[in-house]
């Protein structure tokens, strides 16, 4: 069987929280329908070990309280509890998963200050136990009109990887916050395409999972104009240049550099892909395995596709770096075959 959740509206100005039962072809086996707002909506759902579901989305409890929503079910559907996450404005969607020793963590924003025509929020998370009793909540960095969580995952260290959005009073970016147990942030990064830096371009990250080597590939959308699909992968400390946790302090991270090189292995051409967010000033250096330095060359531009032949080097493993000021901006291991 398959679960669903979502919105479905009774008239123009009333709509609920819906959980739907679905068989193997797609049919509705039962619905369920919660809240008594003006206005809610199921924006995420999540097994319990009980086979019951918690359910989180979004709830108006007046035209400028709107709050995040959960709802705890038995395995038939049958509501057990609901809880409502936020203060007195317009905060945003509650995104929520149930964690290893059944209690729960919702991720979304917090907002602070609210005026007629705009509200700032921070990112905001929540921890409540079993019975949907809060035990902490956290809000973390500035406030804007944007700033928001969309989901979260817990790992198996027991800490929690929240993807979203986050301005930073230039542009949209982002953002990747890892936090432990208890709310306590471990780092947060941003992150921009950098072709799309502009004050205009908006940045979202949706879905982040962890991979096998303990970094992170997330997904989203980039848009300046156009929307396309974003997939950036990072390591274990969010970073996208290796070592970035060393001289930024556990600080945010804009993504200044982005290069893809392929095939690997290689046969003797090896193609660059080379974004910069500024005039490159810096060089790639190509080193062997016994950490000699076998050639050198400038990418040439901040955007460009670069051709590079190492054919005429012995086969065996190179690191490919590039450098600017001395300091390594990026580095990957190459084979030559």
Known sequence: MNYSTGGVWHGSASGQVFLAKLDSMGSVAWIREYGTSVRDEGYSLDTTP??????????????????????????????????????????????????????????GSYATYQTDNTTNKRLYAARLNADGDVEWERQYAMASEVNELSSVTELADGTFIAPGIYYDTTSYKGVLLRFDQNGDSIWMRTYQHPPLVGVFSVHWLAHAIQTTDGGFVATGSCNDGEQDLWVLKVDSFGCLVPGCQLYDNIAEQGLELNVLAYPNPTRGKLFLSFRSAHQPTGEFILFNSAGADVQRFAPG?????????????????????????????????????
């Open 50 to 107: 009980d086979g019951g579901f918690i359910l989180g989305g979004h709830t108006w409890l007046s035209a400028t309280n709107w709050q995040g929503y959960l709802v705890k079910t038995d395995s038939a559907g049958n509501a057990l509890w609901h809880r409502y996450l936020g203060g007195p404005y317009k905060d945003g969607w509650a995104n929520v998963v149930c964690t290893a020793d059944s209690e729960y963590v919702s991720v």
């Open 301 to 337: 531009g901040s955007s460009v596709e670069i051709d590079y032949d190492i054919g005429h080097h012995p086969a065996g493993m190179y690191l490919l770096q590039y450098q600017e000021q001395g300091r390594v901006k990026w580095s990957q291991k190459v084979i030559k075959e």
